[in-house]
C-alpha cells in the first residue's frame, strides 16, 4: 500500500534540493494521494501559487489532440488511414503517402516546427510579412518517407489542429471544448493565448544570469490564430488521467490506439515506444511539455493505476521528482 506520508516526506526533501514553482499531485484509483502548490504564480506581485493556478501545459496539449482525433474517428467524421488533403485541402502539398496515422505518430517525416533556428526571428518575419503559420508548416522539409522512421515532430499535431477545425467547422478551442474538455468537466481547462487576460493563469519565469525574470512566451504564439496549446490545472488534469482508465469518451478498443507503439525513437538519449499523444516504456506511459517558462509532465503506471501530474511555472529537470516518488509508488 502506497504511504501517504512517506510520499510528503519525500517530495519535502525535494523541495529543499530543488526550489520548486508550481503544483503538484499524485493520485491512484482516483484518490488524491498528495497534492500541493510550491512558490509564485507571480513572482513580481508575490502571489503564491495555489492547486487551482493555471500553467501552460505546452507539448502535453498533444494528448487532447490525439483524443479529439479518436472521437472525431469514432463518429466517422475522419479516418485515420486517410490523406490530410482529403479534409484540408491546403495540406495537399505534403507527401501523397502522409495519413492522419502519420501525423498522430511523428511518423510522417516532417520537420518539427522547433527545430528551425532562429525561429522567433522566423515567425516575426512571417508575421510582418502578413503571411500564415499553416503555409509555413506545409512547406518544411520531408525528412525521411512516412512510415519508415519516428521522429519527434510538433509540426504534424499543429496540422492536426488545423484539419480538425476544417472538419467540425469549429475554433480549436471550441472543438476541443466541446469533443473533450467540456464531456470531462475540465472547466479550468482551455486555450492558452499569453496575451489575453486569463485570471488564475501563472506567469512563467527563468533565470538570467542567476535573477529570475519574466520568461518569453512560446515562440508560435504570435499567430493567435492558429491552433495552439492548453491550459490546465493539476486538479484538471487529474480528472483528464481519470479518463484514461475509465474510457468515458471513446470505447476501450479506440483508446487502446492512443497506448498502442506506432513508432519507435529516441527522446533526451532514451528509446522510446509512441502511440497517440504517449510516450510508453515498460511499466509507465508519459508525455512532458517544455516552453519558456513552464514545463508540465503526466506519468502513469497503469498497472498501479497511479497518475503523477506536475505543472512548473519555472523550467527545471521533472527527474528529481519522479526519482524520488517512483520507488514509493511501485513497492
Known amino acids: 500500500m502506497i504511504s501517504e506520508k512517506r510520499l510528503a516526506l519525500a517530495l519535502e526533501q525535494v523541495e529543499k534540493d530543488h526550489p520548486l514553482s508550481g503544483a503538484l499531485l499524485i493520485a491512484q484509483d482516483g484518490n488524491v494521494l498528495f497534492e500541493k502548490a510550491y512558490g509564485f504564480a507571480s513572482r513580481q506581485l508575490q502571489v503564491p501559487n495555489v492547486l487551482e493556478t493555471k500553467f501552460h501545459i ?3 496539449t498533444k494528448m487532447f489532440i490525439a ?12 479516418s485515420l488511414q486517410e490523406k490530410p488533403c482529403h479534409y484540408l485541402p491546403e495540406l495537399a502539398v505534403l507527401d501523397q503517402h502522409i ?49 519508415e522512421g519516428w521522429r519527434y515532430s510538433s509540426t504534424g499535431y499543429i496540422l492536426m489542429g488545423y484539419l480538425l477545425e476544417k472538419v467540425t467547422g469549429l475554433s480549436f478551442d471550441e472543438l476541443m471544448k466541446r469533443h473533450v474538455l467540456t464531456p470531462l468537466g475540465m472547466t479550468n481547462t482551455g486555450l492558452d493565448r499569453p496575451r489575453r487576460i486569463n485570471l488564475g493563469r501563472a506567469y512563467g519565469h527563468s533565470v538570467e544570469n542567476g535573477e529570475v525574470v519574466h520568461a518569453d512566451n512560446d515562440r508560435l504564439s504570435i499567430f493567435e490564430e492558429a491552433p495552439g496549446e492548453l491550459y490546465s490545472t493539476v486538479q484538471d488534469l487529474k480528472t483528464w488521467c481519470d479518463a484514461m482508465f475509465t474510457c468515458p469518451l471513446v470505447s476501450p478498443h479506440t483508446l487502446e490506439l492512443m497506448f498502442s507503439s506506432h ?10 515506444q509512441y502511440g497517440y499523444g504517449w510516450f510508453l516504456a515498460p511499466g509507465f506511459r508519459m508525455h512532458g511539455g517544455g516552453t519558456q517558462g513552464f514545463c508540465s509532465l503526466i506519468r502513469q503506471y497503469p498497472e498501479q493505476k497511479v497518475s503523477i501530474v506536475v505543472l512548473l511555472n519555472s523550467y527545471m529537470d521533472t527527474y528529481p521528482i519522479i526519482s524520488a516518488v517512483e520507488p514509493l509508488l511501485l513497492n
Open 58 to 60: 505546452a507539448s502535453v
Open 67 to 78: 483524443m479529439a482525433a479518436l472521437v472525431l474517428s469514432e463518429q466517422g467524421q475522419i
Open 99 to 147: 495519413t492522419l496515422h502519420h501525423l498522430l505518430s511523428h511518423t510522417s517525416g516532417l520537420q518539427d516546427i522547433y527545430d528551425i533556428p532562429n525561429l522567433r526571428f522566423e515567425m516575426q518575419r512571417l508575421k510582418n510579412e502578413q503571411g500564415d503559420l499553416l503555409s509555413y508548416l506545409v512547406k518544411l522539409p520531408q525528412l525521411f518517407q512516412p512510415g
Open 263 to 272: 513508432g519507435q525513437g529516441s527522446m533526451w538519449g532514451i528509446s522510446w
